[in-house]
């Protein structure tokens, strides 16, 4: 564990020594930065921890040196299987250099398991992340970013609030190109995909249990107000080949239409997600999410 922790400030290290350089001489003009304050009013930080929608990730940061305090929920109750999971999400998120944020998210889950006397509430896993945008968004070309995530197994285990045993890894690739439109129109097209590697036994067990699985998520946002305040979104979130389900993810395909208010500093955003599940006779649930967020 301390050998990834390691590897992860490491990381930030190099993305900070390198960003200006890059920057400098790949995009001189702020005009070639695509970041102008009066396209987009607010990107705040989502249910992730990092600058994107209600569940996608954006390819862009947070600027150097603001400061994003968030509190996000998600509620759901399923028929088939029954049960009923609250998850109640702390985030803290920092633009530490031109392009590059680091998060801090922490969990408290409260799940239902069919009955009164299987209720459990209790701290959940804790991520750190950090978020590097390579690239700028060109005539042509989208936003590319690069994230990578590092779960500690913080939560619970004997009240089954723990993702991954010993402690996961999640890369990300992101893409994000926003265009303004005729008639003062403007969209968003947010996409990613992630690699989640978690293990699963003790350092001495001879032959490690480690998952694999793949994450993609994709959105869309529409302002629907001339000062671009309100704004509509549409997202979309798949995860496959996971062997081991939790409380966190499971194998599921989602679509999630949702709503966000944002000022020059604040943040909210509301969404109602249709979640199937890939397990057999599993029925389509819904699940509420909602993220406010203030920037410092």
Do not use: C
Not at 23 to 38: G, I, N, R, V
Not at 183 to 190: H, T
Not at 273 to 290: L, P, V
């Amino acid at each position: 564990m301390r050998a990834m922790i390691a590897v992860l400030i490491r990381m930030v290290v190099f993305l900070i020594a390198v960003t200006p350089a890059y920057a400098e001489s790949s995009y001189p003009t702020q005009e070639d930065l695509q970041d102008d304050p009066t396209t987009v009013v607010n990107r705040p930080v989502n249910v992730q921890g990092l600058t994107g929608l209600i569940m996608t990730n954006s390819a862009y940061t947070q600027p150097k040196g603001r400061i994003v305090a968030g509190l996000s929920a998600i509620a759901e109750n399923s028929e088939v299987p029954d049960f009923s999971i609250v998850q109640g999400i702390a985030t803290v998120t920092a633009g530490i250099a031109d392009r590059v944020e680091f998060g801090v998210r922490a969990h408290v889950i409260g799940t239902n398991l069919g009955s009164s006397a299987t209720s459990e509430i209790g701290v959940g896993d804790t991520d750190l992340l950090v978020k590097w945008r390579a690239s700028s968004q060109g005539d042509t070309m989208p936003a590319i970013a690069f994230g990578l995530a590092y779960t500690l197994p913080t939560g619970d285990s004997e009240k089954g609030l723990r993702g991954v045993e010993n402690e996961g890894v999640r890369i990300m690739v992101i893409g994000t190109s926003e265009k303004e439109m005729p008639g003062d129109y403007f969209i968003g097209v947010y996409f990613e995909g992630q690699v989640v590697v978690n293990e699963w036994s003790t350092r001495t067990d001879a032959n490690p249990r480690v998952e694999k699985y793949g994450v993609f998520n994709a959105g869309l946002l529409f302002p629907l107000t001339e000062d671009r305040n309100l704004q509509a979104v549409f997202e979309y979130s798949t995860i496959v080949k996971k062997d081991i389900p939790s409380i966190y993810e499971e194998n599921h395909r989602a679509t999630m239409p949702g709503l966000r208010f944002v000022t020059e500093n604040f943040n909210l955003s509301l969404g109602v997600q249709f979640y199937r599940r890939d397990a057999a006779g599993a029925t389509t649930d819904e699940r509420y999410i909602g993220t406010i967020s203030y920037a410092f």
